[in-house]
């Protein structure tokens, strides 16, 4: 039994491609197929572009979310990946990566929800 809730991963994706972080319904396509990839259960999802540019959006999915935020003057995505259940990660993690054409990333992953420790339980 895992001694915590869920796992959050924060992934930086840089030297994206400008033209897959400007508009809404690119974000929303490659966090849709990741949450997919996933087996993730969507629940909804909510883009909006700022202007003069950039994206953020959120996957409500059941085991928690997916969020990103761009800049595409530089090339950049911040992505968030929170799951409280037992999905596929790597899968939807190389879907964000693929999709948004990242050169470089880098990621951190977070253990979140410690349980405490009930005797009897391990």
Same mark, same amino acid.
């Given at each position: 039994m895992a001694d915590y809730l869920g796992i959050h991963i924060l992934l930086e994706l840089h030297e994206c491609p400008a033209d897959r972080l400007r508009?809404? &319904?690119?974000s929303e396509r490659i966090l849709l197929a990741a949450a997919?990839?996933?087996g993730a259960t969507i629940v909804e999802s909510r883009f909006h572009a700022f202007s003069p540019? &950039?994206?953020?959006?959120?996957?409500?999915?059941?085991?928690s979310h997916l969020?990103?935020?761009t800049w595409p003057e530089y090339g950049y995505a911040a992505v968030d990946v929170f799951s409280c259940g037992q999905l596929d990660l790597e899968a939807g993690l190389a879907i964000l990566r693929e999709g948004f054409g990242a050169a470089q990333t880098e990621q951190q992953t977070f253990r979140r929800g410690r349980l405490p420790v009930t005797r009897g339980h391990r």
């Open positions: 508009l809404p &319904g690119d997919a990839a996933m540019h &950039g994206v953020s959006g959120v996957v409500v999915i059941a085991e969020t990103v935020h």
